[in-house]
């Protein structure tokens, strides 16, 4: 379950501090992990979160959707053997990464809490695993971030797409945060933290891609 209080959902770390305000919610930073997150008291309810999900719904042939999941795609098949079974973790209601991999020889599944519950698919391991635009999702960042590694096998990669805090005066004026499902921010620092934790340091590519091989 979520840690109690306002605990850190990434490192269960208690010193916490204000990050920031809004007229919605309140934003803590974790001063171990660095995580910005917001309470728990401020998530929404499932169903009010799948509706909102349900406004974003991406269509697989429209060129800058493509484009944008490019960003991933592009560095993450550099590193494939070729032939490898991946999985696209938080799959969304209209799958457009998986299609680019696929173009590319690769087999994935696809998990989903809302659009593609298939909970005996995360029983599997995989060559690869892509999160993306998922972690700023998570409630419990650090379960959920243990559970794929624990799915990857050795030399398996796990790419990440999300957008990163810069410091607390852009964090201000941040359309990210604006998203009412977006509750976990990470920045640099807490994947470094985090790859101390995978023992495996992350690599960072362009703005909001991050890649761990296990
Ligand atoms: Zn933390």
């Known amino acids: ?7 850190c959902p990434l ?12 007229q919605r919610r309140a934003y803590l930073q974790c001063s171990a992990c660095q995580l910005v997150f917001v309470p728990q008291r401020f998530h929404l309810a499932d169903d009010l979160e799948k ?11 429209d060129l800058g959707y493509r484009s944008f999941l490019n960003r991933l795609a592009q560095p993450l098949l550099e590193k494939l053997q070729p032939d490898s079974a991946g999985l696209d973790f938080g799959s969304g209601p209209g799958p457009c990464l998986s299609l680019i991999l696929e173009e590319q020889g690769h087999s994935v599944a ?12 995360l029983e599997s391991q995989y060559d690869f695993i892509t ?6 999702h998570l409630a419990r960042p650090l379960f959920e971030l243990n559970r794929l590694w624990g799915m990857l096998r050795p030399g398996g990669h796990l790419a990440i ?7 607390p005066d852009k964090f201000t004026h941040w359309h990210y945060k604006s998203d009412p499902t977006h509750i976990s921010f990470f920045s640099v620092a807490t994947f470094a933290y985090l790859g101390r934790r995978l023992g495996s340091a992350p690599q960072f590519i362009g703005a909001d891609v991050i890649i761990f091989q296990k």
């Open 161 to 167: 797409m999300t957008k990163l805090v810069a410091s």
């Open 51 to 61: 509706a909102e999900y349900d406004l974003h719904e991406n269509d697989p042939q």
């Open 110 to 121: 696809l998990y989903d809490l809302y659009y593609a519950n298939h909970p005996e698919l």
């Open 131 to 136: 999160a993306t635009e998922v972690v700023e």
């Open 1 to 7: 379950m979520i840690p109690a209080s306002d605990n």
């Open 11 to 22: 490192c269960s770390g208690q010193a916490v501090a204000d990050y920031h305000r809004d």
